[in-house]
Each structure stands twice: as C-alpha cells, then as structure tokens.
C-alpha cells in the first residue's frame, strides 16, 4: 500500500503508464492537464475542520520532506502533488497523496 511506503530523495519523473497505474490506488485525485500535477479537492464541515486537514497535511508532508501547494478556504481544501526536482509527477507524490487520503477516512 502506498501510504506505508516512504519518499525517495532521488525521485524519477514517471511516465504517463505509471502516473494511470498508481492514479488507480489514489482515489479521488486528478492529474493535471498538463499531466504534471496530482490534484484533489476535499470539503470540511467548517474552518476548523480546514485547518485541522492542512495542519495534518503540514505533518505528514514534514515528515517525509515532500510538500505540495495547498489552497485553503473557509470549508475546503485544495492539495497539488508534483515533484520539481524531477519536472513532474514521481512516485512521491502518489504516496503522499495516499497518506492525505488516509486523513480523511
């Protein structure tokens, strides 16, 4: 299972068979457009719930040395995944868009 794993600190760019296998094993998040962002958007009951969420998020991007961009407001939350040092989408970011999935139930 991905959110048992840990993140590389030489991650690899995937290639598009990757990214759709390992999009199978996060449910509920996008790839971008572009194909270089994983992307969801969760709702809350209200501002604490939000900020717990990104708080929670905070912790387990910490841990891992792998931090996405975050959009926060009132009731949602919005995370996009990409790995730069490999210019778009590695197994990183499937792991911990994994754990942030785990957060929330």
Do not use: Q
């Not at 990104?54 to 996009?80: C, F, I, T």
Request: proline share 2%; glycine share 6%.
């Amino acid at each position: 299972m991905l959110e048992n794993e840990h993140c590389s600190a030489e991650p690899t760019r995937l290639n598009k068979e990757e990214v759709d296998s390992l999009l199978d094993e996060v449910s509920g998040w996008t790839v971008s457009d572009e194909g270089s962002t994983l992307v969801r958007e969760f709702t809350f009951r209200n501002f604490y719930e939000t900020m717990g969420f990104a708080n929670a998020v905070a912790w387990e991007a910490n841990r891992e040395d792998h931090h996405p961009d975050l959009e926060l407001s009132y009731k949602r939350g919005k995370v996009h995944f990409t790995t730069h040092s490999a210019d778009g989408l590695s197994r990183n970011d499937f792991i911990l868009a994994a754990r942030v999935n785990a957060l929330t139930g």
